[in-house]
């Protein structure tokens, strides 16, 4: 990337051959639409702290139901990434500005007036920020403590792969309540899926923030119907359950635009649920697989069960 580059470049080599039309959406997949009071109020709250959502930038389809309830997940150090996955909305190239030291506190303050108890934070990724945005995380968790200290906070990183490994360190330090990273899909489709990531760099990350402090919550999540296999999901669950993942998620992925990567299928409600039970045979804490489930969708309500499922664990509920 030179700094000749547009800014906001949309993948525009991945456009799909039209002779290799998309599968027909399934019933279970549609969503209704963002129309009620509550989704304008959190719309207004993001607008006035000058917020973005990864709910927008991505093109989520749960954003009708999650922000009629203020579940909004923020975006943090802008909405341009320095990464080209090829399954992401989000505008890629050369971030146009530093990371703003006030985005924190109005964070924080939008934390505390849509009077969240669990809140997720993600962000873009910051290749061309020395600590890949740690200490932007880590102000961000301080913030959201200080303003709306009743709100449990859950993580969503970066790979955070350019970096010195210690910045790791400045996170977990900060004390996220849940500690989130996805691996996005199988190792076999990152070339194509994921370029700039590395899948055995990710699941170390994981397994660091478990070493650094091993009552920290870990979660991560990928997306199905890119083009994987059965044996290379439940491969994936048992790379994860090795590097001691608590918390699973699985979703079906969804087109953005025609130039993006292709669904290659759509993956059934039945497939969802044996994938849940399998993945809670091999020890996870807590598992959401449904073909709606994102990250942070029911974060909240997940969080609560996962601290109920590890109390039952150690024998104290
Ligand atoms: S699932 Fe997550 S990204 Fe999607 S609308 Fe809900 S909070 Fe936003």
Redesign the pocket.
């Known amino acids: 990337m030179n700094d000749q580059t547009p800014p906001r470049l949309r993948h525009p080599e991945k456009a799909r051959k039209p002779d290799n039309p998309q599968p027909k959406k399934p019933d279970w997949i549609r969503v209704k639409a963002p129309t009620s009071k509550g989704y304008h109020a959190t719309a207004k709250i993001m607008r006035e702290n000058s917020l973005k959502?990864?709910?927008e930038e991505?093109a989520?389809p749960?954003?009708g139901e999650?922000?009629s309830q203020g579940?909004?997940?923020m975006m943090i150090m802008g909405d341009v990434c320095t990464r080209a996955c090829t399954f992401c909305n989000i505008a890629t190239g050369k971030p146009p500005e530093a990371l703003d030291v006030f985005e924190p506190g109005r964070v924080a303050d939008a934390v505390k007036k849509l009077g969240l108890n669990h809140v997720?934070i993600t962000s873009v990724d910051r290749d061309d920020v020395e600590d890949g945005g740690a200490e932007h995380f880590a102000m961000t968790i301080r913030a959201i403590r200080k303003q709306a200290p009743g709100t449990t906070i859950e993580i969503l990183t970066p790979d955070f792969i350019r970096c010195d490994p210690a910045v790791l360190e400045v996170v977990v330090e900060a004390k996220p309540d849940v500690f989130n990273h996805n691996l996005e899909t199988v190792p076999g489709l990152y070339p194509e899926v994921r370029p700039g990531a590395r899948y055995f760099h990710s699941l170390r990350l994981l397994q660091r923030v478990k070493e650094l402090d091993p009552t920290m919550f870990t979660k991560s999540g990928i997306m199905v119907g890119l083009g994987e296999d059965k044996q290379a999901v439940h491969a994936v669950m048992d790379d994860m359950r090795a590097a001691d993942i608590d918390f699973l998620t699985i979703g079906q992925y969804l087109q953005p635009t025609p130039k993006h990567h292709a669904v290659d299928r759509f993956v059934t409600p039945e497939e969802f649920a044996a994938y849940e039970k399998a993945a809670y045979g091999k020890g996870f804490l807590m598992v959401s697989a449904s073909p709606l489930t994102?990250?942070?969708?029911h974060a909240g309500d997940d969080f609560a069960r996962l601290r109920e499922n590890r109390l039952k664990k150690l024998g104290m509920a």
């Open positions: 959502t990864v709910c991505a989520c749960n954003a999650c922000w579940h909004a997940t997720v994102r990250s942070s969708y």
